[in-house]
């Protein structure tokens, strides 16, 4: 099972909105509303930020929103903070695994 | 409050064999599937397998089938992941995580460093 394709890093300046795409084929993300998003501060264990494409768990601040067209997921982080940086991965349902995970993205804010 | 608490970083040479353990707690333990993750030093996650404490039901990636064992105690609510020859390529670490039904990973372990050297 190939990984999710995300781009390696973005950046953007405080205030600042940012998109992550995540790009998988119709047995992963286009084929399931099972896509989830998870944070990675550097020697931290990730954190659930998105789950089932766009929705938020409790004390996720809704700075942050998921959002799905075809096989491409994407997370937008908007109002950028200092905080936000870190680690971005995706992660989708596929009918033949039952998870992959994308290779992540590494977001700096300037 | 959900709480996955993980045993501590280890250091083993090639061809030992290891168990690393994962307590659960602040929820029915036996209800929720555990999975474990991988993180190779710099690398991205990759799930391995998961196990249901309930009946102790395991599904293995492909890509980890035959290198490790899953398992759990549901009497002590713990799961564990073990090999039984270590690889320097085993070094990374290690997360276990609870598994919703909607398949995503809503509470983390705080990861287990696994080195493997000679």
């Known amino acids: 099972q190939s990984a999710l394709t995300q781009p390696a890093s973005v950046s953007g300046s405080p205030g600042q909105s940012i998109t992550i795409s995540c790009t998988g084929t119709?047995?992963?993300?286009?084929?399931?509303?099972?896509v989830s998003w998870y944070q990675q501060h550097p020697g931290k264990a990730p954190k659930l930020m998105i789950y089932?494409?766009?929705k938020r768990p409790s004390g996720v601040s809704n700075r942050f929103s998921g959002s799905k067209s075809g096989n491409t997921a994407s997370l937008t982080i908007s109002g950028l903070q200092a905080e936000d940086e870190a680690d971005y991965y995706c992660?989708?349902?596929?009918?033949?695994?039952?998870?992959?995970f994308g290779g992540g993205t590494k977001l700096t804010v300037l | 409050e959900v709480q996955l608490v993980q045993s501590g970083a280890e250091v083993k040479k090639p061809g030992e064999s290891l168990k690393i353990s994962c307590k659960g707690s602040?929820?029915?333990?036996?209800?929720?599937?555990i999975g474990w993750v991988r993180q190779m030093p710099g690398k991205g996650l990759e799930w391995m397998g998961i196990i249901y404490p309930g009946d102790s039901d395991t599904r293995y990636s492909p890509s980890f089938q035959g290198q490790v064992t899953i398992s759990a105690d549901k009497s002590i609510s713990t799961a564990y992941l073990q090999w039984s020859s270590l690889k320097a390529s085993d070094t990374a670490m290690y997360y276990c995580?609870?598994?919703?039904?909607?398949?995503?990973?809503?509470?983390w372990g705080q990861g287990t460093l696994v080195t493997v050297s000679s």
């Open positions: 992660s989708s349902y596929t009918s033949s695994s039952p998870w992959v």
């Open positions: 995580a609870r598994v919703t039904l909607q398949y995503y990973f809503d509470y």
């Open positions: 119709s047995s992963d993300v286009g084929g399931y509303n099972y």
């Open positions: 089932d494409v766009s």
């Open positions: 602040g929820y029915s333990f036996t209800s929720y599937w």
